[in-house]
């Protein structure tokens, strides 16, 4: 009894030892990956540009819900079904600022997010706005914030089927005053 103890707990003691450097090994690949090419929104695989014969157009697709930060396992990953204010921004400064660039076309499909990042996206896409036309094509679900980030647009344009609407914030306030008083307090 005593050796399968022993045995058991070498193997735990090996198992936690290879478990707790793998992840010291992923930390290290995620802060050297994520503080390599992350910040580079030309690589920006859902952001394309249409080119005619003197003109461009930028198509940017933003799909899921909206957070500040991308929360996925991979630090380079743009699909993975967040619209990401911290990666959002950057892009849009950049179609912004590019001359050659003469319009935008944002393709919205999102049930909203956090009230903060839909926001400065939204301030974002007004200052866009401002600078040259921005056009928003509704896929599937354009609601709360995802509907709040597209108002800022010079037109929109949505399938008869798209849900769509409900800007709002929901909130709860328990009130447990009468519990509260069955108790004493």
Do not use: C
């Not at 992923?26 to 394309?48: C, F, M, N, Q, R």
Request: charged share 20%.
């Amino acid at each position: 009894m005593k050796t399968a103890l022993k045995f058991i707990a070498k193997i735990w003691i090996t198992i936690t030892s290879v478990l707790g450097s793998l992840f010291v090994l992923g930390l290290i690949a995620l802060i050297v990956i994520g503080t390599s090419s992350a910040s580079d929104v030309t690589k920006y695989p859902t952001h394309t540009v249409k080119e005619g014969d003197k003109e461009k157009i930028a198509v940017i697709s933003l799909s899921g819900e909206i957070l500040a930060e991308d929360i996925s396992s991979d630090p380079l990953s743009f699909s993975s079904g967040v619209i990401s204010a911290k990666k959002v921004i950057p892009l849009l400064d950049h179609v912004m600022n590019d001359d050659e660039i003469k319009a935008v076309v944002l393709r919205v499909n999102s049930p909203g997010g956090g009230v903060v990042a839909s926001d400065e996206i939204y301030q974002k896409v007004k200052e866009l706005k401002a600078k040259k036309p921005v056009v928003v094509s509704f896929g599937d679900l354009a609601a709360s914030g995802g509907y709040y980030i597209s108002s800022a647009a010079t037109e929109i344009i949505a399938n008869p089927a798209t849900i769509t609407g409900s800007i709002g914030v929901i909130a709860q306030f328990p009130q447990y005053d009468e519990l509260l008083s069955k108790v004493g307090v």
